[in-house]
């Protein structure tokens, strides 16, 4: 089992936990509010990880964003192992006339640690054919 060092930064911080057995994410909570305007909201989790070399933590919103008008703002939240400041969500509010948010203290997201090859690039004047080939969007069908 990987072992990840965790600092809370604000005293109500949750240490986040999987809800279920064999849950990929771990859920974080919401603390504070950062920033909220007509636009969107910034919570912060009152936490910071060490992310170990060669892992990437990943923050994708909960299931239960389907309850609010809200997305998270840069859909998939990339966390490098370098970073050791508070991890914060913003979500972009999909209605403008929506009072529909998170409150402090509700599960906010999730964040799954997983490891990630290093990439060498080589480049090259041709790639190999595919079936496939340079279609792009939708190309697979609906």
């Known amino acids: 089992m ?10 109500s911080a949750m240490i986040p936990s999987y809800a279920k057995p064999g849950d990929a994410g ?29 892992y990437v933590g990943l923050i994708f919103p909960r299931s239960s964003i389907r309850k609010y008008e809200l997305a998270l ?5 990339v966390i490098d192992s370098g970073y050791r400041g508070e991890i914060q969500f913003t979500f972009h509010k999909t209605s403008h006339s929506s009072s529909t948010i998170y409150e ?39």
Do not use: C, M, W
Request: charged share 20%; net charge negative.
């Open 73 to 77: 703002t840069n859909s998939v939240g």
């Open 2 to 11: 990987l072992q990840v060092a965790i600092k809370k930064l604000h005293p």
């Open 104 to 142: 402090i203290g509700d599960r906010i997201g999730q964040l799954v640690i997983i490891p990630y090859p290093q990439v060498k690039l080589v480049e090259e004047s041709n790639l190999s054919e595919t079936e496939r080939g340079e279609e792009g969007f939708g190309s697979s069908g609906n």
């Open 26 to 54: 771990l859920d974080l909570t919401a603390v504070r509010i950062l920033s909220n305007d007509s636009n969107q909201v910034t919570y912060g989790t009152g936490l910071a990880f060490e992310i170990p070399a060669d």
